[in-house]
């Protein structure tokens, strides 16, 4: 379901246009490094053969959102993404987008009344500013590619880029192998001897197809696909013998990831992943490899954890990169605080101590906002009910008598609407004296994981439904489900004032809680 959804992401953005260091190495220019790069989006809509633009410009750049989108290093996939939106300036979007490295993957996204109309893959680069012209009809679709300007790669470039990854991705890899499903009953060195040499050739073949891998990108295209491969096929070992060949086998020791040596650690390669999974799904294997057993990093200073994890890998690895062990120290801990818990003053004191580049400073911020989040706590309540019937009517008449009730319906992991939702969070708040009672009702796409942390983020009360109750509601009255946030407004005797599809705006939103408030 995941896999689809992303493909589906990536597909309709097609359609509408989308370390060689060593361990003592110091990282390059294009390591992590927080900053900013300029992106600008001129838009042409109606133009004329002369150029002019028709009389209605006004009008669609008015009802116009346009979001730059960047996936931080340690997300998972572009469920995880995050949106900065470029402000208007005329016929021109500008923004400064916040980015973790020198040169970053991300992407454009363009909105019409709250709905997707088009979007670009591409580089963001703290030293050269992006330039986009985009023609667009009368009533806001786009004509054609964009034209991207300081740039090595084209916009047909990255068309093939995006394509080669959205086949990379969506490649289901045990049907590459399920005809030589047999070969899993065979020693190991014979098992990765098939792999490298028939299924790695065989998911390149399929992957790129008719694409053209552009000749300026061709190192870290090729290297996101041995990642994506490695994370999918080499790592989960014992995964795929019973997937494939419905056998179990044993944990194949060390050297039996030799495949891990041929992929490009170097920053300005192994950095420049793409939008639609990080690296993340390749580092999660590497600490979980079970012949390992690799520990938390803990209060264990940073050099030190690293030194043991490079000892361990060395018969996969003829060399252990510096960057590569620094994010599988950073991956470490980032997962002790998903699992909510903050960082020691020791840890502080190793993470400030243990990294040359922003790392250290991405762990920390990433803690603060769990600290915070945990302050807030105690105005969060969870209600995980995928499994039980649910009724809404009922739900609201039980826990929330004579009270009005704004529910946010979402599942905003992928869409900018998350940042209007914090909007709304504060006007909430204004009306809390009056009985005001906020639910935050998702549904059980994303994970459980990404449900707990963002309700610790909106506070209040969260539940989360089947997928199917989650239709039902939207059905029941008159909203379409696939939007990534609506409302439904009720009075104190929980009857239906009004249903919106987005957020409406902070000023007509305010005036809806003044209604049902009364």
Known sequence: ???????????????????????????????????????????????????????????????????????????????????????????????????????????????????????????????????LEWSLTEDGWPIEMPVLKNSALSMDDWQNISSIFTQGICMDVPRLIEQDAEVYKLPWQEVRAYETDTVWPRYVSRTIGDFTVPKAASDWVMNNLKVVFAADCILPYQKYAEAVAGIEVGNPPMESYSFLDSIDYAPDVFLLNNELISQRALLRGILDIPCAEFKEIGETPV??????????????????????????????YVRQMEAMRPL?????????????????????????????????????????LVAEKFNLQEYLDKNYPGRPVVVALSHPWD???????????????????????????????????MWKNLAARFGGANIRIDDATYDTIGRDFGLDTGSPLSYLFFDRAHKLVVALPSFPGAECYGEFLEGITK
């Open 303 to 332: 050099a030190q954890w690293q030194q043991t994890v490079s000892r361990a890998l060395e018969p996969a690895m003829k060399e252990r990169p510096k960057l590569l062990l620094d994010l599988l120290s950073g991956l470490s």
């Open 1 to 131: 379901m995941k896999r689809l959804s992303l493909f589906l992401a990536a597909l309709s953005a097609l359609l509408l246009w989308s370390c060689g260091a060593t361990q003592g190495q110091q990282a390059d220019e294009n390591a992590i490094k927080l900053g900013t790069a300029k992106v600008s989006v001129h838009m042409k809509i109606g133009g004329n053969a002369e150029g002019e633009a028709s009389l209605k410009a006004d009008s669609v750049l008015d009802v116009m959102e346009i979001y730059a989108t960047t996936l931080p290093i340690f997300a998972y996939n572009s469920q995880y993404c995050e949106f900065t939106p470029l402000e208007r300036e005329g016929d021109t979007f500008v923004a400064e987008v916040p980015v973790e490295r020198m040169r970053e993957i991300g992407g454009i996204r363009i909105y019409l009344n709250g709905g997707f109309t088009g979007g670009t893959m591409l580089l963001f680069d703290q030293k050269n500013p992006i330039e």
């Open 344 to 384: 020691t003053d020791t840890q502080v004191k190793n993470i400030n101590e243990g990294y040359t580049d922003d790392l250290g400073k991405i762990l920390l911020a990433e803690n603060d906002r769990l600290v915070t989040a945990l302050k807030d706590s105690s105005s969060v309540t969870l209600n995980d």
């Open 415 to 449: 869409d900018p609407n998350i940042n209007k939702y914090f909007t709304g969070k504060e006007m909430n708040g204004k009306f809390a004296d009056k009985g005001l009672a906020i639910l935050n009702i998702c549904d059980e796409r994303g994970e459980t994981r």
